[in-house]
């Protein structure tokens, strides 16, 4: 009997040093990945102010879902652009800085592990994101975001998270086209790599140091490749395929939705997942690890897009965070002025309108300019008649943009809305042509879209000129006169007011459009507001009390008997409405 008792324990021991020997075990990560959000984190509108789709309150509920599945191994992810938007992050941002910021304790408290910095998290300036970095208990990424200083990461380059014994490796990095937009004192002692060289080099750091079992690209970047001023702004698919390495990139800042698995340089699998803003729906990614003797043997990577508005608003959520939504609510709800008309931005395509009008008085007057740039930022904006709240002044003015003034030339100014209307405008041969520059085709019972982007479609004020759509690129302009009257001169330099976007370069109207080198943009700059353009627009406003916007009528489409009954049917197009 103790003969069969030995061998029976020999078996089982033999069996556990077999099962030992292949330690073979098989480890579920869910990631999830939120991208873009831009401030959307109730389920509400503070702009519009109306109940609202997608959000980190309905996140919440999701990741909640996910966790009580996977646990610890349901690792949520943020991918930048989190610290602009809606009046929630504004307020946060510039009003109340004495409290923990809102979006550092809603994802402290969602238990986001990384997250990344984006273009507009820049915009916010340093006082702002250095403030929110400080306050989040997880790392903000950003690899090629270099310390003049020291020539190194400003940010953590990369975050390695282990479960289950797998180690994953989280590489961040921004679009490096910062310089293109916003001014130097926002990003002040800091300069971006180009992402594909960036990560080259800390990936083979990542794969020396940390030997990870998973390698995931966190990049506010999009896919396109577009290069903009001396460098690859959209760069994450390239790296995707040019870079081994990454099993996983997720993407974001171009607010395009996108899930597919790309083949790298040397035959890889790389899934690439984008969730487009807003929160509306967030990236899943499913891997699954087998080790095997502490190694991997084999490994899955799955990924979707999954609608976020499916999920209920938590309701936990919405009490933990019922403070912050008040003081927002109770700040967007300040009446600040009366407004004697409806204005929208839907006019502004078409001509002359009190929409853009305004703006470009307002800028004319804070500044002291004799010329004004600007265009629609938002592409149906309206403001009703009557009380003007601090809400409307997100509709009116959508970035966080300073208010600069600059020297141009005669035929800069030209040259620049030479671009601006090539950009907007159709060269018309007939009266049955369209008046818009729309994508081609537009699909049968669908709305026309711009070919372009419309927040690059500037008018001017200060100037009495017309626009000639039977012309070419480059030959639609004619300057008339100064609106007072004068002689408008292409050899003599005028003072203009534009937001620094575009003072910046955004866009490319002065650089390709003017025909001014990059690297002497700052040269031009002669006043710089210290505040976003938004701040002085609300003081202006509350000082005048009651706003009487109308067309000043200093430009027109020509010829008038193609181009207004053109409009009328590209309003219909654009809209599905008629023009009033």
């Known amino acids: 009997m103790k003969y069969i008792v030995c061998i029976s324990a020999l078996l089982v021991w033999a069996g556990m040093q077999l099962a030992a020997s292949n330690n073979q075990k098989e480890v579920v990560i869910k990631i999830i990945e939120t991208s873009d959000v831009h401030g959307n984190f109730f389920p509400y509108n503070f702009i519009e102010r109306k109940e609202w789709s997608g959000g980190l309150s309905r996140v919440h509920s999701f990741v909640r879902e996910q966790r009580e599945k996977y646990g610890d191994n349901c690792l949520l992810m943020d991918n930048g652009d989190i610290l602009q938007g809606q009046p929630t992050a504004y307020y946060y941002n510039f009003i109340d ?54 020539g190194k990461p400003y940010l953590k380059p990369y975050e390695v998270l282990e479960r289950d014994g797998v180690r994953i490796a989280v590489l961040g990095m921004i679009t490096p086209a910062i310089p293109s937009w916003l001014p130097e004192k926002l990003w002040s002692g800091l300069h971006f790599e180009e992402m594909e060289p960036c990560a080259r080099k800390w990936v083979e750091i990542i794969k020396k140091k940390e030997n990870p079992d998973i390698l995931i690209g966190l990049f506010h970047a999009g896919k396109s490749g577009n290069v903009l001023g001396q460098v690859i702004e959209d760069a994450s698919m390239d790296v995707a395929k040019r870079v081994p390495g990454f099993d ?23 899934l690439v997942i984008d969730p487009a803003s807003n929160a509306n729906v967030v990236s899943e990614v499913t891997l699954t690890i087998t080790k095997k003797g502490g190694k991997v043997a084999a490994k899955s990577v799955e990924g979707r897009l999954v609608d976020m508005n499916k999920y209920p608003v938590s309701e936990e959520f919405m009490e933990k965070f019922a403070p912050q939504y008040k003081a927002v609510n109770d700040f967007v709800s300040r009446k600040i002025g009366t407004i004697s008309r409806t204005i929208t ?116 004020a200060g100037i009495n000129y017309t626009v000639d759509v039977t012309k070419p690129a480059g030959e639609k302009i004619t300057v008339l006169s100064m609106s ?97």
């Open 97 to 150: 800085t004495v409290s923990v910021h809102v979006a550092a304790d809603m994802m402290n408290d969602m238990g986001y592990v990384v997250s990344n910095m984006g273009n507009h998290d820049i915009e916010t300036g340093h006082a702002v994101y250095d403030r929110w970095v400080r306050q989040c208990d997880f790392p903000v990424l950003g690899a090629n975001i270099i310390d003049n200083a020291t």
């Open 248 to 270: 996983v990139v997720l993407m974001g800042h171009d607010h395009t939705r996108e899930c597919v698995k790309v083949q790298n340089v040397v035959g890889d699998s790389v």
């Open 345 to 460: 931005a839907k006019d502004a395509y078409f001509g002359s309108s009190p929409f853009i009008d305004l703006i470009h008085q307002l800028q004319l007057e804070i500044s002291g300019a004799e010329v004004s740039f600007s265009a629609p930022l938002s592409f149906r904006a309206e403001i009703k008649e009557g009380d003007i709240y601090v809400s409307d002044m997100f509709n009116l003015y959508k970035y966080e943009n300073m208010l600069y003034v600059m020297k141009l030339s005669g035929k800069e100014i030209k040259g620049f809305l030479e671009m601006a209307y090539a950009i907007w405008t159709n060269q018309m041969k007939s009266p049955e042509d369209h008046l818009m520059l729309f994508k081609e085709p537009i699909e049968k019972g669908k709305h026309a879209s711009f070919k372009n982007f419309s927040f690059n479609f500037d008018s001017a």
């Open 484 to 580: 007072d009257g004068s002689p408008f001169s292409m050899d003599k330099v005028y003072k203009v007011a534009l937001n620094s976007y575009r003072g910046n370069g955004g866009g490319d109207l002065l650089t390709l459009g003017a025909g001014i080198p990059k690297e002497d943009l700052p040269k031009r700059i002669i006043f710089a507001t210290d505040k976003d353009l938004r701040y002085y627009l609300m003081q202006y406003i509350e000082q005048e009390k009651v706003l009487h916007p109308h067309a000043m009528h200093q430009w027109k489409f020509v010829p008038e008997e193609w181009t207004v009954p053109a409009a009328k049917k590209d309003y219909q197009w654009l809209f599905g409405e008629e023009k009033k």
